[in-house]
């Protein structure tokens, strides 16, 4: 533990180690820094050279650290090209906290060892061990697979299948709430068809309802059943977290984004409000998407400004919150 | 020229020696090498690995077939370092196990794609090692029924095999009319696949072994040695006696040219436990011991321990 971390106060868990909570500063939430889709390492056409990937991440990371930003969280998981020697030598050259996370989500993303065992009959993985695989990585820190633990992670990740949860993302998702109860910890949950079920699952568990980030919620189907008013309602934290993305339909666009986050303060649920961006610094396996980590700061909070939002709730939504969401409990 | 790919580059046939035609350096599922609880140092892993090898070279082995597919911990620069220390000629297999065995980004594949991926490895290299696939490795998914990526897989395979003449290989024998099928509308002759594990205690009574002879394949009894007598069996364990009467009788029905054994053991496992007292030198210390007590002649052996596999892995023009 450093020497500012032991001085008292919250802390938060990056991948260089605990740092006080106050340090955090402005916070992206809910971004990839490398992802990799599983298998997509083996493919002969997929190049994984460390000196480009490295290079690509700092560039960005220094955009987003030029234009105010301090903190990035990886919401990828640990099984999603998660590299932790990476973002530690990467957070010490840029001087941008990363706060890296453990679990995996969706079902589809897992692979064979958690969903056939070599057992008779192949039994899907229970909540339980998916539980004791997340807290060891917050307890005794994030594997490098095969090799060491390093760093303890920040946050327990985990997502659902869009046309509904399946039974191994139910465990998945009890898993990731009784982690988060082990170990004070944050969830952030991708939910799948319906974010209220979602969300329920992990409260089943009796964690408090602000151990909980409910990404996606500028979705557009949940925007028009009013899922992020009641995820707030719930005390639950609401990530609007596709910031930038105009994908014509899947997610309303920044305009309405920003409607969204302005309707959410009135209600008296500033508190409760996170933006980010999805962005995905180096994609491997899968469509690049290019999107600045400092596109929050540049073009949505000036978007926020003009339609009415006071710099004080600005900086509520893009320091405090993320900042009392990750302090460890 | 006739060639088998070992991890150490082509090799003829005639060097091969006695193979052990499916085995395994180390298996593990895809994601089990997250799981601390299977760690090993590579110290320990070269420990496990090494004595045994060396045993199977001083019994007169020569040729050591890795059954490891892509995601189960496959690691061609390790079975490269072994090779050359211990003397054992090593095949690495490109495909995989099963479909339930293929991460997402394989598993999202189409057969183009997936054959695509099998003849890089067999003809430019895996990953960047410069080694070639000597076989291709497909499976039945847990379930007992072929899955619509197994049938993906196997398709891709039966492409692959037909373009490059290297065989293929299977895990699990049930379920084969789908794979049949696939194989002959692609073009490939049965005697380039080898229906694997048709003798383990929980599937050889679901392969219906004399149909899978008359259309033309050869079946694996290599899972030698994974017995009920033994301390701690696998559920897959099946009487000694059982099994090998099950060979005898298959061989005695006429079958040798279509018949391979191995042991499918793991010298040192990745990401399950493994199976203790149990190695691929059963072949040598159990097996052979096993088939001359029932009057099994030394042609036989050498039949079913060299001339088969040599034949079965030598890349067909």
């Known amino acids: 533990m450093t020497d500012t971390a032991t001085a008292g106060g919250p802390t938060v868990n990056t991948v260089l180690g605990p740092v006080p909570a106050r340090e955090l500063g402005v916070t992206a939430v809910h971004e990839a820094l490398l992802s990799v889709v599983p298998g997509a390492e083996y493919a002969p056409e997929v190049s994984m050279d460390r000196a480009e990937i490295f290079d690509a991440l700092a560039r960005k990371l220094k955009d987003f650290r030029d234009h105010g930003g301090k903190t990035v969280v990886d919401s990828t998981g640990m099984f999603h090209g998660r590299d932790v020697r990476l973002y530690e030598a990467l957070s010490r050259s840029t001087g941008v906290h990363i706060v890296a996370s453990t679990g995996m989500g969706p079902e589809e993303m897992l692979g064979g060892y958690f969903l056939t065992p070599q057992t008779n009959p192949p039994t899907p993985w229970p909540a339980e061990k998916f539980a004791d695989l997340f807290t060891k990585e917050v307890t005794e820190g994030m594997v490098v697979p095969r090799v060491e633990r390093r760093g303890p992670a920040g946050l327990v990740a985990t997502a659902a299948a869009r046309d509904g949860m399946t039974a191994t993302e139910e465990s998945l998702f009890r898993g990731a709430a009784r982690t988060a109860l082990a170990t004070g910890v944050p969830v952030s949950i991708r939910y799948g068809r319906d974010a209220l079920h979602d969300l329920d699952v992990v409260l089943d568990e009796r964690l408090p309802a602000d151990r909980v980030v409910v990404g996606g919620l500028d979705r557009r189907d949940a925007v028009d059943t009013g899922a992020p008013l009641e995820v707030a309602r719930r005390g639950a934290f609401v990530a609007l977290d596709h910031v930038g993305l105009d994908d014509g339909g899947t997610h309303v666009t920044d305009r309405e984004r920003a409607s969204l986050v302005l309707d959410l303060v009135e209600a008296g649920f500033g508190h409760r409000i996170l933006l980010s961006g999805n962005a995905i610094g180096v994609a491997k396996g899968h469509p690049a998407y290019d999107l600045p980590f400092s596109h929050v700061l540049t073009a949505f909070v000036p978007l926020l400004a003009s339609m009415g939002l006071g710099d004080e709730e600005a900086r509520r939504v893009l320091a405090d919150n993320p900042q009392e969401l990750l302090a460890l409990r | ?317």
């Open chain 2, 1 to 317: 020229m006739s060639k088998v790919n070992t991890v150490l580059g082509p090799v003829a046939p005639e060097e091969l020696g006695v193979v052990a035609v499916h085995e395994h350096i180390g298996y593990g599922m895809p994601g089990s090498e997250l799981d601390t609880r299977w760690w090993k140092t590579p110290e320990q892993r070269y420990e496990e690995t090494v004595p045994k090898l060396r045993r199977f070279r001083e019994y007169g082995g020569g040729t050591f077939v890795d059954a490891t597919g892509i995601c189960n911990g496959r690691d061609v620069d390790y079975y490269k370092s072994l090779s050359e220390k211990t003397g054992v000629h090593i095949v690495a297999c490109t495909g995989f196990v099963g479909g339930d065995t293929a991460l997402p980004y394989f598993a999202r594949q189409s057969v183009d794609q997936l054959t695509r991926l099998f003849v890089h490895e067999i003809t430019v290299g895996i990953g960047d090692t410069g080694s070639l696939a000597g076989v291709i490795k497909v499976g039945v998914s847990r379930g007992g029924r072929m899955t619509e990526l197994d049938k993906r897989i196997y398709r891709a395979a039966a492409r692959a095999a037909a373009a490059t003449g290297v065989p293929v290989l299977t895990h699990l024998a049930i379920d084969p009319e789908p794979a049949v099928a696939v194989f002959r509308e692609e073009g490939l002759p049965l005697d380039r696949v080898l229906f694997g594990h048709a003798d383990d205690g929980l599937n050889a009574p679901k392969t219906p072994h004399r149909w899978i002879f008359e259309q033309g394949g050869r079946i694996g009894f290599d899972t030698f040695g994974y017995e009920t007598e033994l301390e701690d069996p696998p559920f897959w364990a099946r009487p000694r006696q059982e099994r090998l009467d099950h060979f005898l009788g298959l061989l005695n029905a006429g079958y040798l040219d279509q018949l391979l054994v191995s042991a499918d053991a793991n010298c040192s496992p990745l990401g399950w436990p493994g199976v203790k007292g149990h190695t691929v030198n059963y072949i040598f210390e159990d097996l052979v011991p096993d088939l001359r007590g029932a009057g099994v002649d030394d042609a036989t052996i050498t039949a079913l321990l060299e001339d088969n596999p040599a034949d079965f892995l030598t890349i067909r023009a």
